[in-house]
């Protein structure tokens, strides 16, 4: 069993990371692009050592060549992004099935999507919206914890919801508003830092876009690994 539903998390994965990578490429990346270009190069760091060497660090790190290498690591990437996602979700439908009785569908898969859309997506965002190139952000190691936190507690909410019985069912409220009772963690600053006014409008007016973009690509990925899965499920079902 566990081998085929690696096989159909593939199979959902290939077709779903697929259509983020074409929503990227022609909704999200351009805008990223367009920020790259007023990012301000930092500068060459040189480090003495004791026997008199010196070397410097770049503080840019090794990344993909624009064009296809770029494209090739952003699809492997979304296909990863989409197999541990499809896995998720097949374990989650067969529990729901086993446990609750929930049928399994395309239709029914399209709501498991937009349950996760709201978990890892769209509820995290609400209190770290997505960034682009040159925006002052908080440190990184906070932003990665409260993500996890909000995703554990927003899953936690919505399974509460749906499976928990009775009065039970207010423990969703807690689970849903512990992520903000301890706060999203801000920066210092607030918005960009880019000595030029002109460029600092154009980069929020890239900001709001890339905001619309984003939800929207993410919104369709959801929707398409949700529908894809339970569809694929179903079939698996049978077979």
């Known amino acids: 069993m566990f081998r085929s539903m690696v096989l159909t998390a593939l199979s959902v994965a290939l077709a779903a990371g697929l259509v983020l990578s074409v929503l990227q490429t ?4 351009p805008i990223i692009y367009a920020s790259e270009v007023f990012e301000v190069a930092e500068p060459e760091i040189v480090v003495a050592h004791n026997d008199g060497h010196t070397h410097s660090h770049d ?3 090794w990344g993909p060549q624009d064009g296809i290498e770029r494209l090739a690591y952003t699809v492997l990437s979304n296909v990863l992004l989409a197999f541990g996602f499809a896995m998720i979700l097949l374990a989650c439908m067969f529990t729901a099935r086993d446990k609750a009785e ?3 569908n395309w239709f029914s898969g399209l709501v498991w999507g937009l349950a996760g859309y709201l978990t890892f997506f769209l509820v995290p965002a609400m209190g770290l ?5 040159s925006m002052e952000a908080a440190a990184l190691e906070g932003r ?3 993500w996890l936190l909000v995703v554990a507690s927003t899953g936690l909410g919505i399974a509460s919801l749906v ?11 807690v689970f849903f508003a512990a992520p903000w009772i301890v706060g999203a963690p801000q920066p210092e600053v607030h918005g960009f830092m880019h000595p030029d006014a002109q460029a600092v409008a154009t980069l929020e007016g890239l ?3 890339f905001i619309y973009a984003t939800a929207l690509a993410n919104g369709l990925f959801w929707a398409t690994l949700g529908g894809l899965t339970g569809y694929a499920a179903k079939r698996f079902v049978k077979a």
């Open 59 to 61: 503080e840019q790190a």
């Open 207 to 209: 900001q709001s876009q």
């Open 144 to 146: 990665q914890s409260w």
């Open 26 to 29: 022609f909704a999200v990346s």
């Open 102 to 104: 929930f049928k399994i």
């Open 129 to 133: 919206s997505p960034e682009i190139p």
């Open 163 to 173: 499976f928990v019985p009775g009065m039970a069912k207010l423990t969703a409220l």
